[in-house]
Nanobody, 118 residues
Framework: QVQLAESGGGLVQAGGSLRLSCAASGGTFSIYVVGWFRQAPGKEREFVGSLNWSGGSTDYADSVKGRFTIVRDNAKNTVYLQMNSLKPEDTAVYYC???????????WGQGTQVTVSS
């Protein structure tokens, strides 16, 4: 039902910041957990973090903890991934996804490329 679309990717230098957006259409995030994932060339998809829309609790992978923050905007039905202190190893295609509170991620966006130069 719900469709997701990421935006905000781009090229930044190491140490820089970038904010990704995940907008929902055809529904709302109100009954979902929203997750961020990334996949670098030659590597498996990696969990970045998630936000439980109901309550706003978040969870982050150790690799990004303290640098990345997931924030929601109820009015815009949008979830943001604020990325600070970016490192070259953060380079990847970033995806947002959603899942029921008790279920698996079954809705995915198209992805947005993030490239961090040395």
């Amino acid at each position: 039902q719900v469709q997701l679309a990421e935006s905000g990717g781009g090229l930044v230098q190491a140490g820089g910041s970038l904010r990704l957006s995940c907008a929902a259409s055809g529904g709302t995030f109100s009954i979902y957990v929203v997750g961020w994932f990334r996949q670098a060339p030659g590597k498996e998809r990696e969990f970045v973090g998630s936000l439980n829309w109901s309550g706003g609790s978040t969870d982050y992978a150790d690799s990004v903890k303290g640098r990345f923050t997931i924030v929601r905007d109820n009015a815009k039905n949008t979830v943001y991934l604020q990325m600070n202190s970016l490192k070259p190893e953060d380079t990847a295609v970033y995806y947002c996804a959603s899942r029921p509170y008790f279920g698996t991620y079954n809705r995915w966006g198209q992805g947005t490329q993030v490239t961090v130069s040395s």
